[in-house]
């Protein structure tokens, strides 16, 4: 079971922003930028293109109200999407607040925010998902 299967399960804490039956969505806990988020199939499957291709639509419809949720919360210029990978032996799109191409810089150093600060960005988030 991969860290991400553990965080849907419930098995390990995580700051939730949406499901349905095939994603989950929720904050990094090491983010670029604050509010950034990862989606995930709830399928375990290593890379991103392995994923069904029904997967692989869905998971953009499924995305893009949280990145415009996203965008409303952080006061970005958008909502970059990344899908790197190599951390997690679980699909990911990362969902990033960008101002600038190198926000999505993915060799920067991570901040690292408080719990509080955490449930803060969820709950901006949040408040902006329709």
Known sequence: MTLFSKIIA?????YKIAENDQF???LDIFPLREGHTL???????DKFFDMPESCLGN????AA???????QAF??????????GLEVPHAHLHLVPIDH??????TRGKLRLAPEQLKAA????LRYLK
């Open 101 to 106: 191409a190198d926000d999505l810089n993915f």
């Open 122 to 125: 969820q709950e901006k988030i």
């Open 39 to 45: 989606v995930v199939p709830r399928i375990e499957v």
């Open 59 to 62: 998971m953009l419809l499924f």
């Open 10 to 14: 419930g098995e390990i804490p995580g």
């Open 65 to 71: 109200p949280i990145a415009r949720a996203i965008e």
């Open 75 to 84: 006061h970005c210029n958008r909502c970059g999407l990344a899908v790197i």
């Open 24 to 26: 989950f969505a929720f």
